[in-house]
């Protein structure tokens, strides 16, 4: 087991409570329903004391010199949310029953987004368990779970937690967490877990009271950022590098992903993304994990692989660019960032061929340069999508494309995502058509609701066509219940239909493209028509090519017919005498393929 600085640790009949509090002169423990002690004060700011008697389940809450209780920032459970006190948890308590679990290669995922709160009525840890063999059964073969860390009120999406290494209590128990995982291992399928260390929520963190947790040298959009180089860093590093490896070695998470790593600050002289990835690799030993970043930047340096293939720092990387370009193609959405995406059929075949779309070109809606060269990189470093929390829950309306666009031209573009080489993401009903909305939604006090509420219709009131009065209120528990998946719909006849859609592809990548996708070049080829087609190929390990023709417009395009030595495996709308009808895709194998005047 291994052994963290941050938390209680339980000294056969005692347990040892200690706090890194530089900022406070003296500190007391008040142990529930018992004593209030003073901790010794170390000069190097953590302050410690051992309690004879207390055991897992004890209560308990510090008093900081000023007289204010509060948890502890390494709690491992708040019963009573974040601004209650904190229960002692055995961290060998639970019995693992997939003790030789070693996790599943990167090319072999097909990921599935959920949200513990609205994947399931109950909205728990123990009734997503429940639900487990509908996603064995449709193929999935890796969880990812939005953030969990205790964060304020009764519901949110997680990425204002203020307790990082406790599962929120709203969800169950760390215990019924470790079952989760521990139930989906038994199925052969890999759980990720969502983690945010570019900021700390507005309600119920503490921690500056005790640490220099923020520095005014950076700053991010939610202010000073994160303390990751100035004075007193040093110890602020090491409580989010263990909780990392507290969540893949306590609780056998197979991957983190890294929200917003553009927005940690650190001039430091090894990076912090690259001391916890380092770290935390070490940590997990010979288990197969990947870790996972959210990037605005589009850095390519983070996914860069060793001489073995091996990635150096991070697996791979939330492809927003690919959404972007099949949105806009099958929408015709063209506000907000949707502009730089649109003429979309070049730009789609440079999004799936070498992952990122603007790789250092100006970017008019940004206002300068993104990204960087990325056709080195192998497909599996980019995790594609047509949905996730983000891109559903940024619209006014928290709404799918589903409840708008037609089957076909849905279908067009999960037909080109899930068979591509990147790694697929499916949000969480995507496969039966869902239609419920995602909103944004939240729980706290009632200052910060209102500053919610007039902080999104400011920012969403730029939108066209759109009228604040509609905007749902991000407060109500109304709008956190409109985002519950409503399984009964996976059971009517258009449920079932898409279901057996999704199944179907994702049986189809397993057949033809998980076995090859190891061997992929590093990247495709791609050539775009005038008349909206698209041809992209990809090298792989025996000498054959992967061949992607879509037609993702609304008119019929002319491109080439199919060769001698071309087997196709799948076939979506018409492909006739070289004419593919308009949202027509069609997946090949190729033995020996030459098409020219195909961009590199």
């Known amino acids: ?18 706090l890194w509090a530089p900022l406070q002169a003296e500190v007391f423990l008040a142990i529930e329903g018992g004593e209030t002690v003073p901790m010794m004060r170390f000069d190097d700011g953590w302050h410690r004391c051992e309690i004879e008697g207390a055991t897992p389940g004890t209560a308990y809450s510090f008093i900081l010199q000023d007289g204010v209780s509060v948890p502890d920032p390494a709690s491992r459970y708040q019963p009573r949310d974040v601004h209650g006190p904190s229960e002692v948890v055995d961290p060998n308590g639970f019995q693992w029953k997939t003790g030789n679990w070693s996790g599943r290669s990167l090319e072999d995922l097909v990921l599935y987004e959920l949200h513990v709160g609205a994947f399931t009525p109950e909205g728990t840890f123990a009734a997503a368990i429940d639900r487990l063999d509908h996603l064995k059964s449709l193929g999935v073969t890796g969880i990812q779970i939005m953030p969990i860390a205790d964060f304020p009120g009764r519901r949110g999406w997680g990425y204002d937690g203020v307790l990082p290494y406790a599962p929120d209590s709203s969800y169950g128990r760390p215990e019924e967490l470790k079952r989760l995982v521990d139930e989906a291992h038994a199925r052969d399928i890999c759980v990720f877990l969502d983690v945010v260390y570019n900021h700390f929520g507005p309600d119920g963190n503490y921690l500056p009271l005790m640490a220099p947790l923020f520095t005014d040298h950076h700053k991010t959009p939610w202010g000073n950022a994160v303390n990751y180089d100035g004075e007193g860093s040093r110890l602020i590093r090491e409580f989010v590098v263990q909780n990392a490896i507290y969540w893949i070695s306590e609780f056998r998470f197979d991957g983190l992903r890294l929200d917003a790593v553009h927005a940690i600050k650190d001039g ?62 099958a929408t015709g959405e063209t506000f907000g960032y949707y502009a730089d995406y649109a003429d979309e059929p070049e730009k789609i075949g440079r999004g799936l061929a070498e992952g990122f779309v603007f790789q250092g070109e100006h970017m008019p809606y940004r206002g ?53 080489p990147q790694v697929p993401m499916i949000f969480m009903g995507e496969e039966w058509g869902a239609e419920e909305p995602f909103p944004y939604f939240c729980d706290f006090n009632d200052d910060l609701n209102e500053k919610v509420r007039s902080g999104r219709r400011q920012e969403l009131s730029r939108l066209p066509g759109f009228d604040a009065d509609d905007l749902p209120d991000p407060t ?44 992929a070049t590093v990247s495709g080829r791609y050539r775009a028509s005038n008349g909206g087609g698209l041809k992209v190929e990809w090298q792989l390990f025996d000498g054959r090519k992967l061949q992607l023709r879509a037609n993702l417009s609304e008119q019929a395009d002319k491109t080439d017919e199919a060769a001698a030595d071309e087997q196709i495996f799948f076939q979506f709308g018409s492909f006739v005498s070289g004419q593919l009808a308009p949202w027509s895709v069609v997946w090949s194998l190729v033995s020996s393929p030459q098409v020219p005047n195909m961009q590199e």
């Open 1 to 18: 087991m291994t052994e963290y600085d941050f938390g209680p640790r339980i000294a056969g009949e005692a347990v040892h409570f200690r």
């Open 368 to 420: 300068d340069e993104r990204g960087t060269i990325s056709k080195h990189l192998p497909p599996s470093a980019f995790i594609s999508f047509i949905q996730n929390h983000d891109q559903i829950g940024n619209r006014a309306l928290g709404d799918r494309m589903v409840a708008s666009r037609p089957v076909a031209v849905l279908q067009a573009i999960a037909c080109v995502y899930l068979l591509c």
């Open 268 to 329: 430091s002289k090894e990076h912090l993304l690259h001391e916890l990835a380092r770290r935390v690799r070490s940590a997990a030993g010979e288990r197969k994990i990947h870790l996972v970043v959210e990037n605005e930047d589009n850095d390519a340096s983070l996914l860069v692989r060793d001489d073995e293939g091996r990635p150096r720092f991070y697996s791979a990387q939330w492809n927003d660019d690919v959404h972007h370009v099949l949105h806009v193609a």
């Open 476 to 519: 109500a528990e109304a709008t956190f219940a409109s985002a519950k998946l409503d399984w009964t719909k996976r059971e009517t006849d258009r449920g079932r239909q898409w279901l057996e859609f999704y199944r179907g592809l994702i049986a189809l990548r397993r057949k033809h493209i998980a076995p090859m996708a190891t061997g």
